[in-house]
């Protein structure tokens, strides 16, 4: 199953950190929601409150607390969820959320020439579906992302507002991940 289609559609992803902003995610025009929160005792009813509200969820791996960086937490969480895909710094785990059948993001810290420059053999390790890039809020380096990288690019972390969101956007740019849910509201304007 490809979601990039339906990432193109909504591209405002709702990043949630807590059950409140959860609330206000599945309340959202936001159709994709990335979790940064939880543990192994609440990570399916997490997944499963988004899926009720028929949204996509993405459990990003490295925050999951309760377990370990090793791949087997991929193999727990397509037990105990039906999430749609996995976000991970870590290639060997966008590598082993692939192959049990999750969507998978790079995460990718851009803090400086070296960080940008590894792009390449990160992204060659994990074989992600798509990466995401931190923070979102350079459209200038998204833009030099987008040409040396030949997947889509999600911009996430510090996008404040819409002017933000859109300089991502006509960065290259496939799609915004965000806490701010002031620009959650974004959402029906972006689809």
Known sequence: MSLMPLLKQHPLIAAVKDDESLQLALESDCKFISVLYGNICTITGIVQKIKKA???????????????????????????????????????????AKAHGFFAIHRLFIVDSISYHNIDKQVAQSCPDCIEILPGCMPKVL?????????????????????????????????????????????????
């Open 54 to 96: 028929d949204k996509y969820a993405f459990v990003h791996v490295d925050l999951l607390e309760g377990t370990s960086n090793k791949e087997i937490v991929i193999n727990f969480l397509k037990i105990v969820t039906t999430a749609d895909g996995i976000i991970s710094t870590k290639a060997a785990m966008v590598k082993a």
């Open 143 to 191: 833009k030099w992302v987008t040409e040396k990288i030949n997947l889509p690019i999600i911009a996430g972390g510090l996008v404040c507002d819409a002017e933000d969101a859109n300089n991502a956007l006509n960065a290259g740019a496939r799609a915004i991940a965000t806490t701010n849910t002031g620009v959650w509201q974004l959402a029906k304007y972006l689809q």
